[in-house]
């Protein structure tokens, strides 16, 4: 029980002091803190709940991803049908309906035909084992490919998982901190972003599903068509609201020249000679030549630069761009180029989300938050240590005094861990400081048995320790049992709660524990006493 050397000594002091400095810089503003250079000062993140700011909940447009499969699996159709060998001859592929069908010009083909089919659509299986499309032969020659429902639900379970990194970088690029991006249910993505003033600006940014795509421009479609949405065959017809012809439409090639897919970067910059606003692109080395060998074979043509099935602009090739670098011009302001650099950075969504829910939290009712919350930490730490004092006297105290360390201990972790603190995490600290001196309690009631059973007080106290560590253990044990099962399973204000319980249950432990064991056997080591009043 007395058996504490020096280094053990001056280890658990050390570790508590440097703990207890580590806690200071969350006690004071930001803008103190900012000031101090390379000294370390971790700092505590705000929730949403106490900083304020923005939440929005996403969900994806399903019909656009099943649309999406469809165009896709529509251009792998023709392609593997007349790129391969032996070239087989199809008419028109027909999507409506939400399938695919199309006819054999030679019906002797139908055979290898559908062994392309089943290449291209994984053996008619995915990679959960569910066939993904049915393949069909109506009247001898026409291919029937159909979706099915397993099919979709992987694709979106797939996409909704990208969705949720991508928002995540795009969310990153703006330089939040602690932003909250979680995945609810089937086909939603919760969003919470502290501190951030303009939700508008975060509903554009994460709107944006940023499919980037370059087209040529077919030059044989005639103006009035295109109003009726009528387009040659091979072709397509856009939106162009700033097509200088006057006419809002534009009809572009359906095969897809380079796409978003193969930007390496994208930056926001100035026009040379206009100093007007513009996202300056660089390719990857296959989209560099790729792009380098569309410029070359079709100079003095348009090509158009699509962005979310809207034409942005439809520039003249004048001459073979060779350096894998454009430009994509507009009436862009400062803020919508960067916007923009930043979802094409990020990468496009694989599905389209729109913004079915949102609300924006005030700073007011933050700070009204953390002023309820520390009251009742105040509250809550006077009436335990009071209570401990009257009922237990010095072993109260020193009580007391690993109630203050394991604090001020807890605030440390947190900041080093960089965890955000939400008004659920708040009630868990309150929660940590009324329990913190349950290791105590049992402590100090098994001493005064011991002492009642006419034992000396240096082994009461030893007896105290041991027989009430057992218990103290597997309590904390079931406690923090609970607590990773809601770290795991919860979101959000349950995973808050969850974190400063798991690390209040650690931190309390060993204050409560090995700390006062330290300063009783230190007293008694002094003064052997041979009554003690507790």
């Not at 703990?19 to 101090?36: D, H, K, R, V």
């Not at 030059?219 to 040659?232: F, M, Q, R, S, Y």
């Not at 507009?330 to 609300?359: D, M």
């Not at 509250?379 to 690993?402: E, K, P």
Request: net charge positive; aromatic share 6%; hydrophobic share 45%.
């Amino acid at each position: 029980m007395l058996d504490f050397p020096r280094w053990k000594i001056g280890s658990i002091i050390g570790l508590l002091a440097a703990l207890c400095l580590l806690a200071i810089p969350s006690f004071l503003p930001e803008s103190t803190t900012s000031q101090w250079g390379r000294i370390p000062h971790p700092h505590i993140n705000l929730g949403l709940d106490l900083a304020g700011g923005s939440y929005l909940l996403l969900e994806a447009d399903t019909a656009d991803l099943a649309a999406t499969r469809i165009e896709a699996m529509r251009d792998s159709v023709a392609g593997t049908m007349r790129n391969g060998t032996p070239r087989i001859e199809i008419g028109d592929i027909s999507t409506r309906g939400g399938q695919l069908s199309f006819l054999l010009r030679d019906p002797s083909q139908v055979d290898a035909a559908r062994e392309r089919l089943l290449a291209i659509t994984g053996g008619g299986a995915g990679m959960s084992g569910q066939r993904e499309w049915d393949i069909n032969v109506v009247d001898t020659s026409r291919f029937v490919l159909k979706p099915t429902e397993a099919g979709l639900t992987q694709a979106v379970d797939t996409a909704m998982k990208d969705a949720t990194e991508v928002v995540r970088r795009r969310i990153d690029e703006l330089g939040t901190k602690e932003p909250t991006i979680v995945r609810q249910g089937a086909t939603r993505i919760v969003v919470q972003v502290p501190g951030l003033k303009n939700p508008q600006a975060l509903k554009d940014l994460l709107g944006k599903t940023a499919k980037l795509e370059f087209k040529l421009v077919d030059e044989t479609a005639n103006p009035a068509d295109l109003v009726k949405g009528i387009a040659p065959i091979g072709s397509q017809v856009l939106p162009y609201p700033g097509n200088p012809r006057g006419v809002p439409f534009i009809a572009v090639k359906r095969s897809v020249i380079i796409s978003g897919d193969q930007l390496a970067d994208a930056r926001q910059e100035f026009e040379p000679q206009t100093n007007a606003p513009q996202v300056a692109i660089t390719f990857n080395a296959v989209g560099g030549r790729r792009f380098a060998k569309v410029t070359t074979d079709n100079t003095g043509k348009p090509f158009a630069i699509i962005l979310d099935n809207q034409v942005i602009s439809a520039p003249n090739i004048n001459e073979p761009i060779l350096g894998g670098r454009a430009s994509i011009s507009g009436n862009f302001t400062v803020e919508s180029a960067n916007a923009l650099a930043i979802t094409l950075r990020s990468g496009k969504l694989p599905v389209a989300l729109k913004t079915i829910a949102e609300s924006t939290v005030s700073p007011d009712l933050g700070k009204d938050s953390i002023r309820a919350g520390v009251l009742a930490s105040i509250i809550a730490a006077l009436a335990v240590i009071v209570f401990m004092f009257v009922t237990y006297g010095r072993f109260g105290l020193y009580a007391n005094l690993a109630v203050v360390i394991n604090i001020l201990v807890i605030v440390a972790v947190m900041a080093m861990l960089n965890a955000t603190l939400t008004l659920p995490g708040i009630a868990g600290f309150v929660l940590t400081i009324g329990t913190a001196v349950d290791a105590n309690v049992l402590i100090n009631e098994r001493i005064r048995e011991e002492r009642r059973r006419g034992r000396s007080v240096i082994q009461s106290v030893e007896l105290g320790y041991k027989e009430a560590s057992r218990t103290i253990f597997e309590a904390n044990v079931t406690h923090a049992i609970t607590g990773v099962i809601m770290l795991l399973l919860g979101s959000g204000p349950v995973k808050g709660f969850a974190v400063v319980l798991l690390i209040g249950i650690c931190t309390s432990v060993f204050t409560a524990v090995t700390f006062t064991r330290m300063m009783v056997a230190l007293w008694l080591r002094k003064n052997r006493p041979t009554t003690i009043n507790i």
